[in-house]
């Protein structure tokens, strides 16, 4: 472990958004009190820890499983939502609501390893702002979500302004400077691995294998993920409205010659009545040319629709471990 210098105490938040995680919230708990005791033990520095969950809108007992580890001593804290509004607005309102003087996001599922934290911290105390976790390899996912995966990555770094680093999720380090930054931010279609790296500040990456799920079950079908790559897409880059543009650009360009070309034919030498055939396929071709712009736009209008409304990103119906009275 590095030397460090600093003497002041560190508080750490770590922020975990939860959804129907009963099964994996014991275990859970019992891997994060054996960790966070060896950090302190071998820390220099005085570090404090606390637990920030965010309920988003469980139907289970996990609500519950919180509550009861707050009274076994555990620094816990929780945040639940009226209803499910998703894990992005969940980890949004974890860093709203967190205090500490870096906050970790993680998993409730132990994929995210606990054993990485300090390592983590190990480089926050020597001064990096962000210090991402990156995971070096994904063989604990099923085959299609892997391809998905690294898919998404590229397509998304082809069109961002500002490339996120690959196989880098949520679980990272985030100095208390950059949190304020990131809360700054009041996009309604929110892409947080965007955000993060939009933002800026000093960054370094902690390679680590991850593990299998330790409990339940995983809640992002492929609908789900299609959709969130979508939202990434559209929410962080303008280009594939500029790409269209190109590709409407090219397209009027060789109709231009064509007709020229026709004019200059059937003047020169004549020309039979054009087959039913090349007046279908030109048709069918532009007409879903047509759609699939239109579709794009329609992507972009909706997010502009939920944007100008306004509404708030989340809504909390009650809060626990909050304040000492509680």
Same mark, same amino acid.
């Given at each position: 472990?590095?030397?460090?210098?600093?003497?002041?105490?560190?508080?750490?938040?770590?922020?975990?958004?939860?959804?129907?995680?009963?099964?994996?919230?014991?275990?859970?708990?019992?891997?994060?009190?054996?960790?966070?005791?060896?950090?302190?033990?071998?820390?220099?520095?005085?570090?404090?820890?606390?637990?920030?969950?965010?309920?988003?809108?469980?139907? #289970? /007992?996990? $609500?519950? =499983?919180?509550?009861?580890?707050?009274?076994?001593?555990?620094? &816990? +804290?929780? %945040? !639940?939502?009226? @209803?499910?509004?998703?894990?992005?607005?969940?980890?949004?309102?974890?860093?709203?609501?967190?205090?500490?003087?870096?906050?970790?996001?993680?998993?409730?599922?132990?994929? #995210? /390893?606990? $054993?990485? =934290?300090?390592?983590?911290?190990?480089?926050?105390?020597?001064? &990096? +702002?962000? %210090? !991402?976790?990156? @995971?070096?390899?994904?063989?604990?996912?099923?085959?299609?979500?892997?391809?998905?995966?690294?898919?998404?990555?590229?397509?998304?770094?082809?069109?961002?302004?500002?490339?996120?680093?690959?196989?880098?999720?949520?679980?990272?380090?985030?100095?208390?400077?950059?949190?304020?930054?990131?809360?700054?931010?009041?996009?309604?279609?929110?892409?947080?691995?965007?955000?993060?790296?939009?933002?800026?500040?000093?960054?370094?990456?902690?390679?680590?294998?991850?593990?299998?799920?330790?409990?339940?079950?995983?809640?992002?079908?492929?609908?789900?993920?299609?959709?969130?790559?979508?939202?990434?897409?559209?929410?962080?880059?303008?280009?594939?409205?500029?790409?269209?543009?190109?590709?409407?650009?090219?397209?009027?360009?060789?109709?231009?010659?064509?007709?020229?070309?026709?004019?200059?034919?059937?003047?020169?030498?004549?020309?039979?009545?054009?087959?039913?055939?090349?007046?279908?396929?030109?048709?069918?071709?532009?007409?879903?040319?047509?759609?699939?712009?239109?579709?794009?736009?329609?992507?972009?209008?909706?997010?502009?629709?939920?944007?100008?409304?306004?509404?708030?990103?989340?809504?909390?119906?009650?809060?626990?471990?909050?304040?000492?009275?509680?």
């Amino acid at each position: 472990m590095a030397v460090k210098s600093e003497s002041s105490p560190k508080s750490i938040t770590i922020v975990v958004p939860i959804l129907n995680e009963e099964a994996a919230l014991p275990l859970y708990f019992d891997t994060m009190a054996d960790e966070i005791s060896k950090i302190k033990e071998r820390s220099k520095v005085d570090l404090s820890f606390t637990l920030l969950f965010v309920n988003d809108g469980s139907m #289970d /007992a996990s $609500e519950f =499983i919180i509550r009861n580890a707050k009274k076994e001593h555990y620094d &816990v +804290q929780l %945040v !639940n939502f009226s @209803r499910n509004f998703g894990k992005e607005k969940a980890l949004y309102a974890g860093m709203t609501y967190a205090q500490g003087d870096a906050v970790i996001p993680m998993d409730v599922d132990l994929q #995210d /390893a606990p $054993e990485v =934290i300090e390592k983590l911290i190990d480089r926050w105390l020597d001064g &990096v +702002q962000i %210090v !991402n976790a990156k @995971r070096v390899s994904r063989t604990e996912d099923i085959w299609w979500k892997r391809v998905t995966a690294n898919l998404f990555y590229k397509v998304f770094n082809l069109f961002s302004e500002k490339p996120i680093p690959e196989n880098v999720g949520d679980f990272r380090l985030l100095d208390r400077q950059v949190v304020d930054a990131f809360n700054q931010i009041g996009d309604q279609k929110r892409f947080n691995k965007e955000i993060f790296s939009w933002v800026g500040f000093q960054t370094e990456e902690v390679e680590f294998d991850r593990p299998q799920r330790s409990k339940g079950e995983g809640k992002w079908s492929f609908w789900k993920l299609w959709n969130f790559a979508l939202d990434g897409i559209f929410s962080a880059s303008t280009l594939p409205l500029r790409f269209w543009s190109y590709i409407g650009f090219l397209i009027s360009l060789v109709a231009f010659v064509y007709v020229l070309f026709v004019i200059i034919y059937t003047l020169v030498i004549g020309r039979d009545l054009p087959g039913y055939s090349s007046t279908i396929v030109m048709i069918l071709g532009f007409g879903g040319l047509n759609l699939l712009s239109l579709g794009i736009l329609g992507e972009y209008i909706g997010r502009i629709y939920t944007e100008v409304r306004n509404r708030p990103s989340f809504i909390v119906s009650s809060t626990f471990g909050m304040d000492d009275n509680e």
